[in-house]
């Protein structure tokens, strides 16, 4: 069974800097599409940054310059590196892994429990 276990997450003020982690169990981080999304309040689920099997990274518009992903296959862990947050990055945030970067919305993908982030003054 695959479960995806995300920490990291808190409140920052806007200008600054949090690094979500994604520890994975029961699947290999270095074999999977393993990607962030974020859902706030109102608002459907989005994709914000995703890292393929083979080590591609895509980046939302909203966040490009700003964030990072990253794949430590040792730890068998995925990370997310946010930099200059701003009010709307204010969300929670979802770790996911799935077969191909195509199937991170099927029956096929996992979810971990999401962590929140709250960038505000």
């Known amino acids: 069974q695959v479960q995806l276990v995300e920490s990291g997450g808190g409140l920052v003020q806007p200008g600054g800097s949090l690094t979500l982690s994604c520890a994975a169990s029961?699947?290999?981080?270095?074999?999977?599409?393993m990607s962030w999304y974020r859902q706030a309040p109102g608002k459907q689920r989005e994709l914000v940054a995703i890292?393929?099997?083979?080590?591609?990274?895509n980046y939302a518009d909203s966040v490009k310059g700003r964030f990072t992903i990253s794949r430590d296959n040792a730890k068998n862990s995925v990370y997310l590196q946010m930099n200059n947050l701003k009010p709307e990055d204010t969300a929670v945030y979802y770790c996911?892994?799935?077969?191909?970067?195509?199937?991170?919305?099927?029956?096929?993908?996992?979810w971990g429990q999401g962590t929140q982030v709250t960038v505000s003054s």
């Open positions: 890292v393929t099997s083979g080590g591609n990274t």
């Open positions: 996911n892994a799935a077969p191909s970067r195509i199937a991170t919305m099927s029956p096929f993908a996992s």
């Open positions: 029961g699947t290999t981080v270095s074999t999977n599409a």
